[in-house]
Structure formats: C-alpha cells, structure tokens
C-alpha cells in the first residue's frame, strides 16, 4: 500500500518557467490536499478537493492551479514561478471531513525558484 | 477566527529526559485534536486523535491530554530518545467543512545525546 506519493522530490526552477507536480493515492480517498511549508512557518493551504471534477482554493491559491480528474490524482500546477515559490509542497489526503478522519501526507516536493 | 497557537517554538532536551507541548485552539464547534510527527524531510505522520469525550490517551511513550472547556491539549514524551528529534504539529478539526482543518505552526524538538 503506498499511500500518497509525490514526484518530483526535488526540482529547481528558473524564474517564469511553469511546472507540475503530481501527487496520487491509492486509499480510494475522496478529499485530496496541497499544503506548503516555509522554513520554520506552518502549513498553509493552497488548494483542496472533495472528489473528482471538485476543487476550491485554499489559503494561498495565487500562482497555482490544481485539477481533479480522477479520485486518484491531483496534480498541482505552477505558472510563472517566483522565487516566492520556494517552498516544501505537501499533497494529503483524507476519506472525508467527518469522524476523525486522518491526513495521509506524501513525503513532500522541495522547489527552488531562483 | 478560528486558532491554533504551540508553544513552545523549539526545544532542546537531554536523551532520557521528559518534555511536555502545549497547544491552545479557539477552534468551533470542535470536533477532534490530532498530534502529527514530521521527521526532518518527510511529510507528516499520526500520533494521536484526541475527541471531545477524552482526557487523556497515550501511545507508547507518547501521552496527550486534552481540556476542552480550556481550550488546551498537551503531548508529553517520556524518556526522550534520539529518534524523537522532530517538529510536532497540532491540528484541530471544526465539525463540517472540507476545510475544516486548521494548523499549528508546530514545537521543533531536538534531543541531544
């Protein structure tokens, strides 16, 4: 069972160009998350989704695109990145919003936009 | 405005000691408390879910405690060990919403041998 995998793991990026990462999972979740981590900040949501064909903005959505074709995938979409993009990218995942349904994370994706 | 603050921000303990993190949350209507462990380049991982009706719960050397009508929750670590070198996120759930999470910056702990 692999859970929610993330690729690239590390990338680093020129300023303007534009890139995906992905992120899948193989729990037949229906929520799906990206998270980004700044050094010694919190998580911060970008963008989430309720299930295929659903997404909605988050916390900190300028600069990014998702979409959510299939329950498993998630890709997130990097347009014109800014060295402001650097950061660690976390995709999770959950069954829903209730009970006490935890967050299953990647392991993460290291940009660096210089 | 829905909250979740941890203090402290870091700490550094000798191997084998004990330690105690605080979160306080002004989150509404709660629905549960979890305590995830992130690892120096992983994602983050679960320790322990706290809901309304419990006290106190514990997970091998992991012991979280929660005070609803404070507001508070605590995770204790007994005999430190070196693999407990990590940051511990607190993360509250609102009732409904798929957006109903909402985060702690996190206590970066550090065990020194």
């Given at each position: 069972?692999?859970?929610?995998?993330?690729?690239?793991?590390?990338?680093?990026?020129?300023?303007?160009?534009s890139?995906?990462?992905?992120?899948?999972?193989?729990?037949?979740?229906?929520?799906?998350?990206?998270?980004?981590?700044?050094?010694?900040?919190?998580?911060?949501?970008?963008?989430?989704?309720?299930?295929?064909?659903?997404?909605?903005?988050?916390?900190?959505?300028?600069?990014?695109?998702?979409?959510?074709?299939?329950?498993?995938?998630?890709?997130?979409?990097l347009?014109l990145?800014?060295?402001?993009?650097?950061?660690?990218?976390?995709?999770?995942?959950?069954?829903?919003?209730?009970?006490?349904?935890?967050?299953?994370f990647?392991?993460?994706?290291?940009?660096?936009?210089? | 405005?829905?909250?979740?603050?941890?203090?402290?921000?870091?700490?550094?303990?000798?191997?084998?000691?004990?330690?105690?993190?605080?979160?306080?949350?002004?989150?509404?209507?709660?629905?549960?408390?979890?305590?995830?462990?992130?690892?120096?380049?992983?994602?983050?991982?679960?320790?322990?879910?706290?809901?309304?009706?419990?006290n106190?719960?514990?997970n091998?050397?992991?012991?979280?405690?929660?005070?609803?009508?404070?507001?508070?929750?605590?995770?204790?670590?007994?005999?430190?060990?070196?693999?407990?070198?990590?940051?511990?996120?607190?993360?509250?759930?609102?009732?409904s919403?798929a957006?109903?999470?909402?985060?702690?910056?996190?206590?970066?702990?550090?065990?020194?041998?």
């Amino acid at each position: 069972n692999a859970g929610v995998t993330q690729t690239p793991k590390f990338r680093i990026l020129k300023i303007g160009q534009s890139m995906t990462l992905q992120c899948t999972q193989d729990m037949n979740h229906n929520y799906m998350y990206w998270y980004r981590q700044d050094p010694g900040m919190g998580l911060k949501l970008i963008y989430y989704s309720v299930g295929a064909g659903i997404t909605d903005k988050g916390e900190v959505p300028n600069g990014y695109n998702v979409s959510r074709s299939t329950t498993e995938d998630f890709p997130l979409r990097l347009e014109l990145a800014a060295p402001s993009q650097t950061s660690v990218y976390f995709c999770a995942s959950r069954r829903d919003s209730g009970g006490n349904g935890e967050l299953f994370f990647g392991e993460g994706s290291r940009l660096t936009v210089l | 405005k829905n909250q979740v603050e941890q203090s402290p921000q870091s700490l550094i303990i000798l191997e084998g000691k004990n330690c105690t993190l605080q979160c306080n949350y002004t989150v509404s209507p709660f629905s549960n408390l979890r305590w995830y462990k992130q690892d120096t380049g992983r994602g983050p991982v679960s320790l322990t879910i706290m809901t309304f009706s419990e006290n106190t719960k514990s997970n091998g050397r992991y012991t979280a405690t929660l005070d609803a009508d404070t507001k508070q929750s605590s995770l204790h670590i007994t005999a430190s060990q070196l693999s407990d070198s990590a940051s511990y996120i607190c993360v509250v759930s609102a009732q409904s919403g798929a957006n109903n999470l909402f985060f702690g910056t996190g206590t970066r702990l550090t065990v020194i041998p």
